[in-house]
């Protein structure tokens, strides 16, 4: 549930040319110049340099605070986490207490700014605990505060715009997680002898929707181009229209986020600290993306739906094809690439469906048939989640690979085709004859990617503001 919070008269994009934020940036650009992989300084000549970077990181953050009164706890405590790790001879940074305070899950309104300043990795970006800087704002959209409300609920979601970052988001990375933040577990006060140590429970996880959806206007409109593909109004609106595009996004995030916990699942989705072929992180991800198309179709065939949530339901369907069958086939590497399998075992279950059809050169979409056909997919791998708790883990894993195997051909060189997948040892075993490239790109998308790719890779570090300038 959303706070009254107290706003400042100065919104963030005023803050973009502050001598302040300016020198927040500067300041964590040099320290990321002088830490190591886990954030420390190792080199103590390099110390004196740091100290005054940490101390011009202190007095801008200072000079800011008044603009975040929302957050002035959590910007109060960044200067005390950094001074402590000054004291400490720069050594792994430990920001828990300040993880502890951010809380922008409780500031959902409309165009509240942000400062966000940890040591941290970003998704996508580097694995590097470097000291990164994030002025943002939140987008929230009178039509998602009513879904979240009711039968979407989904206290943790935060969508983000990006009004300006350090280097570590000049990449692919859209979103902005807890879990990436520098912090030594420890044993909360008050707790009985014995509790171990843990992280500081994660409440809130960011989505930068403006990136997602400008990523997805720029490679959409170019894949349109090349494919010919004749677009209903509507669809064209989605792509003209970087306010309506952002919005629709963050619908979409807002079902899908909350969807990985939901449902028949396997005892862990999201496979964490375990070892399994690449193609389950694919299925997982698609499973939600078309919990979020099916949501829409149902939102959008309801009498009592109305008008604005319609329209925007409608976009989803668009966003969630659109962005499976161009951006994700053709992004990354050939490489355990799970998101391209999701994106090609949708293009093909569309084709194969006669939804899709790709003719004299040219792609046409039967709009009026695609939701049902989607959600049949969806069906499938609804039922694959509902069997796998009655199956053992290999048995899920090899009933997986049939499903995609089913829509997709797998590569001539895999041990699944071949029969050669080990079954009698640990489930590791099958992990590991998994053919980096399992299901490769169609002759469609070997060609498409020849024009399309380039695009794609041009979108890194793309936001929002930056498409409309």
């Known amino acids: 549930m959303s706070m009254v919070i107290e706003r400042a008269a100065t919104d963030g994009r005023d803050l973009v ?33 740091a100290r005054r970077a940490v101390g011009s990181l202190i007095e801008a953050i200072a000079e800011l605070v008044p603009f975040f009164p929302h957050d002035e706890d959590y910007l109060t405590r960044v200067i005390a986490d950094s001074r402590s790790w000054e004291a400490s001879g720069f050594g792994v940074p430990d920001f828990y207490e300040s993880l502890s305070l951010f809380h922008p899950e409780r500031t959902r309104v409309d165009g509240t700014a942000h400062l966000v300043v940890f040591p941290m990795y970003t998704q996508n970006g580097s694995t590097n605990r470097y000291f990164e800087a994030v002025l943002c704002e939140t987008i929230w959209p009178d039509f998602v505060a009513s879904l979240e409300s009711g039968d979407y609920s989904n206290a943790l979601f935060v969508p983000l715009r990006f009004l300006d970052y350090t280097p570590g988001y000049d990449t692919n990375s859209a979103v902005l997680f807890p879990e990436s933040v520098a912090v030594t577990p420890r044993v909360p006060e008050g707790s009985p002898d014995g509790t171990p140590a843990a992280l500081p429970p994660f409440t809130w996880g960011g989505i930068f929707a403006d990136r997602e959806a400008a990523r997805f206007r720029s490679v959409v409109r170019h894949a349109v181009d090349i494919t010919h593909l ?6 064209q609106a989605l792509l003209d229209d970087p306010g309506l595009c952002e919005k629709t996004f963050v619908m ?14 396997p005892f862990d989705p999201f496979m964490i600290k375990q070892r399994m072929p690449f193609y389950l ?53 050939r490489v355990r690439n799970y998101d391209s399998v999701a994106g090609q075992l949708l293009f093909a279950w569309l084709h194969q469906h006669s939804v899709l059809h790709w ?82 790109l ?25 498409a409309q300038s």
């Open 17 to 49: 040319q502050h001598s302040s934020w300016i020198q927040i940036k500067e300041a964590c650009t040099t320290l990321q110049s002088l830490q190591a992989k886990d954030g420390s300084i190792l080199a103590a000549k390099h110390h004196s340099v």
């Open 230 to 235: 004749e677009l209903p109004s509507d669809a």
């Open 252 to 265: 979409w995030d807002l079902i899908h986020d909350r969807t990985h916990m939901r449902g028949d699942l």
């Open 281 to 333: 992180y694919g299925l997982e991800e698609l499973r939600c993306d078309l919990t979020a198309f099916r949501e829409a179709v149902s939102l959008l065939r309801a009498k009592k739906t109305d008008s604005i949530t319609r329209k925007h339901a409608q976009l989803v369907l668009y966003a969630v094809v659109f962005d499976r069958i161009f951006r994700f086939p053709l992004s990354g590497t």
């Open 359 to 440: 003719t004299d050169t040219q792609l046409t979409l039967d709009w009026d048939a695609m939701p049902d056909v989607v959600v049949a997919l969806s069906d499938r791998i609804n039922e694959l989640y509902w069997r796998s708790i009655d199956r053992p883990k290999i048995v899920h894993w090899l009933a997986a690979h049939d499903l995609i195997a089913g829509v997709l051909a797998p590569h001539p060189a895999s041990h699944f085709l071949a029969g050669s997948v080990p079954l009698d040892g640990a489930p590791a075993d099958i992990t590991d004859h998994v053919h980096d490239d399992e299901f490769p």
């Open 442 to 466: 169609s002759m469609f998308y070997e060609a498409l990617g020849k024009k399309l790719a380039p695009t794609i890779a041009a979108t890194a570090g793309i936001t929002g503001l930056v």
